[in-house]
C-alpha cells in the first residue's frame, strides 16, 4: 500500500474502503469523541456514508488525500488519522491540521510526532503557505499538541454548535503557524 509519510515511529498512507472498522472503533469510544460530540457512539451506517467518503476524498489541488491513516510503523496497528486537507480545493496553501487517535495512543507523543512531520512536509514539498488548527478551549492536551507542534494561539471564539457538549460554553481557540515563521531560526 502506497505510503504518504513515515516517520521513526508512524506509517501515514490512504484510507481504504476497508478502513471502515478501525474507524468505528475509533468514532465508538466516548472518551475519543469527547470533544467531538460529546462522545456520542458511532453507527456503522454514519461511518460508511458520512466518515469513510470524507475521509476519502482527493484534492485536486494536491491530486492526492487530506487525511491519512495512521498506524504504527513496528506493528501495523491502526492508530487513528491525520488531516491536513486544503482549505480551500484548489489551492494547498492554507491547510487545517488535525488528528484523532485511540485512546491506546494517547500519551505517547504520536500526535505531536505525526503534525510535526505533516508541518515539514507541507511546507517543504507541498507549497502550504500556512497551517491553522481549532479545537475547544478546554481542550488542554489537544492544544499542548499544537504547541508541541510549533503552532502558536491566535484567537479564542465562539463556534456555532449545533448541539451543545460540556465544554462548549467555553468556545473555541485557533492556532496557526506560517511558513515564514516556520523557517525561521530557533
Known sequence: MHTFLETERLVLRPFTDADADHLFALDDDPEVMRFINGGKPASRETIQRQTLPRLLHDYPCWGTRGYWATEEKATGVFLGWFEFCPLDEHSGAVVELGYRLNKTAWGKGYATEGSRALTSKGFTYLGVERITANTMAVNT???????????????????????????????????????TDWERPR
Open 141 to 179: 492536551r489537544s492544544r499542548r499538541v499544537m504547541e508541541k507542534s510549533g503552532l502558536s494561539f491566535l484567537r479564542h471564539f465562539t463556534g456555532d454548535w449545533p448541539e451543545a457538549i460540556e465544554g462548549s460554553e467555553h468556545g473555541e481557540v485557533e492556532y496557526g503557524l506560517t511558513r
